[in-house]
Structures are given as structure tokens and as C-alpha cells.
């Protein structure tokens, strides 16, 4: 397995994107909802591109070349990059300038030029699930996607909630030196219903519970 699922804090990380069309438009606004920074550079933006409001995308419209010309000085804040143009040697080009820059690539159209994958994600509240065949098979990757996306109908999120602030609340009194088991706790919560949760939850707030 040559690729390893890493989740990574995009907060303050700088994302370069070279293309603006559908692809990389799909990429900039699964990046932006992750609170990355966004440097989009393309002679052409899609409607897409266009009707995105955010602080944190910057859009250059010009060739890269032109655009490494006149502002290459904001590739030192850029940590990864995605080459998305139409064009193969063009992509091809901009990833050896990467690699020179030591920026983790990602090129669109050829894996081996690549240093990482962006895998297919279901985002649904608190949950992001990655789904990655390395990219031997989307077709088998949105099976699955598909699949996942229905089992999540039967969840009780709110419940999961629940669970998750008593955690919050049980790590936070292990810190101080109370023996919990945080796991064991939280594992036989999931067995019970969702109102035995939120009395638990109110009774560690020291809330008053009503029977």
C-alpha cells in the first residue's frame, strides 16, 4: 500500500491550484469547507469558480508562467498543490517545478507524477469518510460511496453528539485525575437508547435530570 489516509488540519495551510475548470473547481470547494487557503491561477474560471465567496480563495487570472513572473513570492507560504489545466504538458511541466520547490502535487490527470491522492469523502455532521481505491477504480469507489451514504440514513446523530460531549467531559476529568473509562463508557452508551444518553450527559453537567 504506497498510500497512506493521513487526515491533515488544512487551517493554516496554503493550497496552490493551477486550472479552473469542473475539477478543480469540485477540489477548491471541498478544500475551502476544510478552512484551507486557496491561490487559484487559470487564464479561464468556470462558472463555479466565480460564484464562490470567500475570504480565503485569492483567483489570478493569467497563465502560471505569467503568475510565477509577477507573484512568485507567495510560493513560499504554499504548502500543497493541484494541477488541474487541460493541458498534459502543461501539468507536466508545473509538477517538475513543484518537486523543485519541494510542494507536495497532486496532478490531476497522472497519478505517477503525483505525491499524494485526494480520495472520494462523505462528509455528513461530525463524520469525513475517505474512500480511495489509489485510483484503480472510481467506479468501484462511488459503489461504496453509494453504499455508505445509505447506511448513514439509520444514524441518530444527535445521540452521537451526546456521546461526544460525554467524552469531552470524561477526558477532561481524567486530566484531572479521576479514574475514567472513557472507552468503556462511551461503548456501552452507543448500546442505549437516546434519551438514557441525555440524562447521563445532564447528570455529568450536574444538570437536574427530570424522571
Known sequence: MRYYPLYIDMKEKTFLVVGGGRVACRKARSLLRSEA???????????????IEDERLSLYRMSAEEFFEKHGNLLDKVDFALLATDDREVNRRLAERMKELRILTLVADE???????????IEKEMLRIAISTEGGSPVISKM?????????????????????????????????????????????????????VETYLKKIKGEEVWK
Do not use: N, Q, T
Not at 111 to 121: A, L
Not at 151 to 178: N, P, Q
Open 37 to 51: 487557503s486557496l491561490i487559484v491561477i487559470s487564464k479561464e474560471f468556470s462558472k463555479g469558480f466565480r460564484r
Open 111 to 121: 497519478k505517477e507524477e503525483s505525491d499524494f491522492i485526494m480520495p472520494s469523502v
Open 144 to 196: 461504496i460511496k453509494s453504499r455508505i451514504e445509505e447506511a448513514l440514513f439509520d444514524i441518530d446523530f444527535e445521540k452521537l453528539r451526546y456521546i461526544e460531549e460525554v467524552r469531552r467531559i470524561s477526558v477532561e476529568a481524567s486530566k484531572r485525575g479521576e479514574k475514567k473509562d472513557v472507552a468503556g463508557i462511551c461503548e456501552e452508551l452507543l448500546k442505549s437508547d437516546k434519551m438514557e
